[in-house]
């Protein structure tokens, strides 16, 4: 996935919580014109880092993010992240 932007928020115990921005292909099981699902372009998706340090990455990078265990709490399911690979820059 390419990022293609990152937003931030920093906290007033000065922590920061980021927001990444990627474009990806669609995954195969929407480009099957036979079930009648098609897709055209780019999936964009925005992935909510919070304080993992993102200091190294940069627009326009191709980066994988590996996700840790899901865990549920009483405000849904969440998966934290575990790694973000850069493929390349």
């Known amino acids: ?4 932007g990152m937003s931030y928020t920093t906290h007033g115990n000065g922590e920061e919580s ?13 480009k099957n014109a036979e079930a009648g699902r098609g897709c055209i372009g780019k999936k964009v998706d925005s992935i909510y880092v919070g304080n993992y340090d993102c200091s190294n990455l940069k627009v326009g990078m191709e980066i994988d993010v590996l996700y ?13 992240i575990k790694r973000i690979d850069v493929l390349s820059k």
């Open 1 to 4: 996935m390419t990022i293609v």
């Open 68 to 80: 840790d265990k899901a865990v549920t709490t009483s405000k849904g399911t969440f998966q934290s």
């Open 18 to 30: 980021t927001t990444i921005y990627v474009t990806d292909d669609f995954n195969m099981y929407y």
